[in-house]
């Protein structure tokens, strides 16, 4: 191991436990960013799940065979507007000069951006916990064995370093905290055009293929089958990973390329 190595990682852990003592003392951005996913699950339970429910299923509604339905979408859908506070943070930091100060410190270029992306998987995950205890009390009801939940969590974990790195990308390039969050929509509205709400089947034939193949509803529908012991389908799970490991490094090469030309502030 070179002598670099373990200074690398001293600063990362430096940059994360920042993050998260950040995180902490605003807690503001991520509890608005937890708070949407959880009103859009009450929201489709309690007022659509009926119906809902029976147009998925073609019979009479159940609107526990719903909440089964949505909550993997739902748990995606968090991953998504949390990576989205990354993107902020990012701008953030930025815009303030902490970045300028951090260049000129003899510490890891890397890890500041390595920092704020474990720092966000970490408090996603966290998230997640939260909202699936609030679906548990609804009525979310897993059939999971415990490697399904290992392989969930595995999955949920990928994605959301796959959409973290994208956002520190945004986050880089946007001008300040409000041009980061306009940049960042299209990774919050594409859970609302996969199979988080609705079957693919169910949409317009020309609608459904973009639906079908865009990153989410792959990933959507292989937690469904963990979850609920469905059975994920070779041909999810490969896109699953396909998505995940293209998204994790075009993230990084155009966040670290990005990062290394940024002018000092």
């Known amino acids: 191991m070179s002598a670099a190595a373990p200074h690398a990682f001293r600063d990362n852990l430096t940059m994360l436990r920042r993050n998260l003592l950040h995180a902490r003392r605003y807690p503001s951005l991520t509890l608005n960013l937890l708070l949407t996913p959880v009103i859009l699950l009450l929201l489709f339970v309690y007022v659509f ?19 089964a339905y949505l909550v993997p979408g739902i748990l995606l859908l968090t991953v998504a507007m949390t990576s989205l506070g990354t993107a902020v943070s990012v701008a953030t930091d930025m815009t303030e000069g902490i970045i300028a100060r951090f260049r ?4 890891s270029r890397a890890s500041v951006l390595i920092g704020h992306v474990i720092g966000s998987v970490i408090q996603t995950l966290m998230a997640l916990v939260v909202l699936l205890a609030i679906a548990l009390a609804i009525g979310f009801r897993p059939d999971a064995t415990p490697v399904e939940w290992i392989a969930a969590a595995a999955l949920l974990a990928s994605v959301s370093l796959a959409l ?3 956002a520190v990308g945004i986050g880089l390039i946007s001008p300040n905290a409000e041009g980061a969050s306009n940049i960042g929509q299209p990774l919050v509205m594409l859970p609302f055009l996969s199979s988080a709400f609705v079957p693919v089947d169910a949409m317009p034939r020309w609608f459904g293929w973009f639906a079908e193949y865009q990153p989410f509803s792959p990933a959507i529908e292989t937690l469904r089958g963990l979850l609920l012991g469905s059975g994920i389908g070779t041909k999810n799970a490969v896109l699953t990973v396909a998505w995940c490991v293209g998204l994790t490094l075009l993230g990084y090469l155009w966040s670290k390329a990005r990062f290394n030309r940024e002018p000092r502030r």
């Open 164 to 166: 973290t790195w994208i």
């Open 49 to 67: 799940g009926d119906v809902m429910s029976a147009g998925i299923t073609g019979g009479p509604a159940d609107r526990a065979d719903y909440v």
């Open 104 to 107: 000129t410190m003899a510490i």
